[in-house]
C-alpha cells in the first residue's frame, strides 16, 4: 500500500486529559489518531475507537490540528489525502499528522502504545513506490532492483538511523542507496514525493488494480485521457469479461482476504470436490501457505493418488458451484485449452485450472478486536460450518459490491488441477512468492543447468527429467537445503 508517512506534530499531551479514572484516561496525548471511515466502515470505525480510548489513545472525531496520525484501511495515501481535502477542507500542502495504514493501529493496541514510525517503515515504502513505478513503465530490471531492496530492509533486525547501518549488506543498488540516504537526511525523497503526485502513477495503479487490468491495457485507457473508475465505468471502452467482473466487484476485491476466509473457502470447494471425487485432495497454496495472514486471493491445489482420476474434474465442480450460486465469475481452462493457446508456456503452466470469484456469506457483525477479521467474519452453518450464497447475478451495471449492506464479499480463488505424478512441482510452483519463483528458477538454469516450473525438473547434463514426489526432493535435486514456506516471502 503506497501510505507515505509524514512528519509528525507534536502536542501538548496534558490537553487533552479527561479525567483520571483508569478505564478511558488518556495516557498518551501525544498521539492523537483520526480514523478515516472510508472502506473502514462506521461500524468497525466505532469499534476500534471505543478499543483505542479504553487503551488511553486519544481518538478524534474530527480531524483537526491535534491530529497527529491519520489511520486509514485500504485507502491509498492520495485518497486519503484527497478525501480530507473534500470532507475536510484540509490542504495538502500544508499537512503535518503522519498517514498511517491500519497495521500502525493494530500494531500499536497489541503493543498498549501508541509505536514509533519507523525509519525501515518509510524507507520500505519509498522503495516499494518506486518498485510498482517500474512495473508499471514495463521496466523489469529497475522492478526487481527496488522490490528486492525494499525485501533487504524488511528482512534487517534492527532499525536504520544511518547509512553505515547498510554497510556489506548486498541487494542494494545504487538508486536504492540514494533513495534510502536522502530519507535518512531529510525524511523524504524527492524521487518518491513526485511520483505519488504523478497523474499517470496514480491512475495506472488505480486502473491496474482491476482484476483483468494489466499495465499496457492500463496506459491505454490513460492515453484516451480516462482518470477514474466512474469515468471507465461511463464510456463506452468494450470490456473483457474478465475486466467487466473486476470492475463489478471492484470494491470487494480491493480489500484483503483474511486466513478465515481462506479456509472456509477450503472447506466449501472440499465439499464440492468431494461429490464428484470423494478422496480428492484439496491443498490452500499460494501467500497463506506461506503463511501470510492476508491475501489478495486464495490458491488451491487440487489431485488424486491415482493419476488420472483427476481428469475433467475442474469443470464439473464449477458447473456444480455455479448452480449453486457461489460463483459469480470464472474462466475454466481444461488442459486442451492449453494445447492450441500456450504461447506463454515458459511462464505459464498447462494445468486444468480456473480463475475465479466466489461469492462469499458473510456474518453479520462480528468484529473481533485482533484485526485478524478485520471485515467480519463468515457465516457457519450448524451442521458444516459453511453457508452457501444465494444466486448470483446483479441487475446493477458494474458496480454491484459497492451496495451497502450487501450480506456477502466476492472474493477471487485460482483453482489448479494437478495429476499426482507432479504435484510436488505445481505445489512448489505455486506457493510463490513470484520473487522466489523467479530466483529459484534462475538459480536452476545457472548453476545446476536445469530447467524448473511448475510441472517438472529437467536435467540438461543428464538429459532426463527428475522425478519428485515432495518438495523436499526438489530443493535436493537443485543441491539446495530445504527452504520452508515461511521463508519464501523474498
Ligand atoms: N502463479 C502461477 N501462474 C499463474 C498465477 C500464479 O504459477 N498464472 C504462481 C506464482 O508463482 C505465485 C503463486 O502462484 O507465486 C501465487 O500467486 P498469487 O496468488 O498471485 O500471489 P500470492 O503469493 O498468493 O500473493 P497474494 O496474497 O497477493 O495472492
Ligand atoms: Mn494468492
Ligand atoms: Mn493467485
Given at each position: 500500500m503506497a501510505l507515505v508517512p509524514r512528519k509528525k506534530k507534536r502536542k501538548d499531551p496534558a490537553l487533552s486529559l479527561v479525567g483520571d479514572s483508569p478505564v478511558g484516561a488518556v495516557k498518551f496525548g501525544e498521539a492523537g489518531i483520526f480514523?478515516?471511515?472510508?472502506?473502514?466502515?462506521?461500524?468497525?470505525?466505532?469499534?476500534?475507537?471505543?478499543?483505542?480510548?479504553?487503551?488511553?489513545?486519544?481518538?478524534?472525531?474530527?480531524?483537526?490540528?491535534?491530529?497527529?496520525?491519520?489511520?486509514?484501511?485500504?485507502?491509498?495515501?492520495?485518497?486519503?489525502?484527497?478525501?480530507?481535502?473534500?470532507?475536510?477542507?484540509?490542504?495538502?500542502?500544508?499537512?503535518?499528522?503522519?498517514?498511517?495504514?491500519?497495521?500502525?493501529?493494530?500494531?500499536?493496541?497489541?503493543?498498549?502504545?501508541?509505536?514509533?514510525?519507523?525509519n525501515r517503515h518509510r524507507l520500505q515504502d519509498a522503495l516499494k513506490i518506486l518498485a510498482e513505478n517500474a512495473e508499471l513503465s514495463e521496466n523489469e530490471g529497475r522492478y526487481l532492483a527496488f522490490t528486492r531492496a525494499s525485501s533487504v530492509l524488511k528482512s534487517l533486525p534492527y532499525n536504520v538511523t544511518k547509512m553505515d547501518d547498510?554497510?556489506?549488506?548486498?541487494?542494494?543498488?545504487?538508486?536504492?542507496?540514494?533513495?534510502?540516504?536522502?530519507?535518512?537526511?531529510?525524511?523524504?525523497?524527492?524521487?518518491?514525493?513526485?511520483?505519488?503526485?504523478?497523474?499517470?502513477?496514480?491512475?495506472?495503479?488505480?486502473f491496474t488494480s482491476i482484476f483483468g487490468v494489466g499495465v499496457k491495457t492500463a496506459d491505454k485507457w490513460?492515453?484516451?485521457?480516462?482518470?477514474?473508475?466512474?469515468?471507465?465505468?461511463?464510456?463506452?471502452?468494450?470490456?473483457?469479461?474478465q475486466q467487466e467482473a473486476g470492475l463489478l466487484y471492484y470494491e470487494d476485491l480491493i480489500l484483503p482476504v483474511t486466513k478465515v476466509e481462506a479456509d472456509l473457502i477450503q472447506q466449501i470447494i472440499e465439499e464440492a470436490v468431494h461429490r464428484f471425487l470423494p478422496s480428492a485432495v484439496i491443498t490452500l497454496t499460494g501467500g497463506f501457505r506461506r503463511g501470510k495472514e492476508y491475501g489478495h486471493d486464495v490458491d488451491f491445489l487440487i489431485t488424486h493418488r491415482e493419476e488420472g482420476r483427476e481428469?475433467?474434474?475442474?469443470?464439473?465442480?464449477?458447473?456444480?458451484?455455479?448452480?449453486?450460486?457461489?460463483?459469480?465469475?470464472?474462466?475454466?481452462?481444461?488442459?486442451?485449452?492449453?494445447?492450441?493457446?500456450?504461447?506463454?508456456?515458459?511462464?505459464?503452466?498447462?494445468?486444468?485450472?480456473?480463475?475465479?470469484?466466489?461469492?462469499?456469506?458473510?456474518?453479520?457483525?462480528?468484529?473481533?478486536?485482533?484485526?485478524?477479521?478485520?471485515?467480519?467474519?463468515?457465516?457457519?452453518?450448524?451442521?458444516?460450518?459453511i453457508r452457501l450464497a444465494g444466486h448470483a447475478g446483479s441487475s446493477q451495471h458494474l458496480t454491484a459490491s459497492a451496495a451497502k449492506d450487501k450480506d456477502w464479499k466476492a472474493v477471487r480463488v485460482d483453482l489448479v488441477v494437478v495429476p499426482f505424478g507432479q504435484y510436488a512441482y505445481a505445489l512448489l510452483g505455486w506457493t510463490g512468492s513470484r520473487l522466489?519463483?523467479?530466483?529459484?528458477?534462475?538459480?536452476?538454469?545457472?548453476?545446476?543447468?536445469?530447467?524448473?516450473n511448475s510441472h517438472s525438473l529437467f536435467d540438461n547434463k543428464q538429459n532426463k527429467f527428475l522425478l519428485a514426489a515432495t518438495e523436499e526432493e526438489i530443493f535436493a535435486h537443485l543441491g539446495l537445503d530445504y527452504i520452508p514456506p515461511q521463508e519464501r516471502n523474498a
Open positions: 480514523l478515516v471511515e472510508r472502506r473502514m466502515g462506521s461500524s468497525r470505525r466505532s469499534f476500534l475507537t471505543e478499543l483505542a480510548r479504553k487503551k488511553g489513545f486519544r481518538v478524534e472525531e474530527q480531524m483537526s490540528e491535534s491530529v497527529t496520525h491519520v489511520v486509514s484501511e485500504n485507502n491509498s495515501g492520495d485518497e486519503v489525502l484527497e478525501l480530507l481535502e473534500k470532507q475536510n477542507g484540509i490542504c495538502r500542502t500544508e499537512f503535518k499528522a503522519a498517514l498511517v495504514d491500519i497495521t500502525w493501529f493494530t500494531e500499536s493496541m497489541g503493543a498498549g502504545k501508541p509505536l514509533q514510525l519507523e547498510l554497510k556489506g549488506i548486498p541487494n542494494l543498488g545504487d538508486h536504492s542507496r540514494k533513495v534510502i540516504e536522502e530519507i535518512l537526511e531529510g525524511g523524504t525523497c524527492n524521487e518518491v514525493q513526485n511520483l505519488i503526485q504523478n497523474e499517470r502513477y496514480q491512475t495506472l495503479m488505480k490513460f492515453r484516451e485521457g480516462l482518470r477514474t473508475l466512474n469515468e471507465l465505468r461511463a464510456s463506452k471502452i468494450k470490456f473483457t469479461k481428469e475433467g474434474l475442474i469443470s464439473k465442480v464449477i458447473s456444480w458451484m455455479t448452480a449453486q450460486g457461489i460463483i459469480l465469475y470464472d474462466d475454466t481452462m481444461d488442459n486442451s485449452y492449453h494445447k492450441w493457446k500456450n504461447k506463454e508456456s515458459e511462464i505459464f503452466d498447462r494445468f486444468a485450472k480456473c480463475f475465479s470469484i466466489f461469492k462469499l456469506q458473510k456474518m453479520v457483525h462480528n468484529l473481533e478486536p485482533s484485526g485478524t477479521c478485520s471485515h467480519g467474519s463468515l457465516a457457519t452453518n450448524e451442521t458444516r460450518g522466489f519463483e523467479r530466483d529459484l528458477r534462475r538459480y536452476a538454469k545457472h548453476f545446476g543447468h536445469m530447467m524448473l
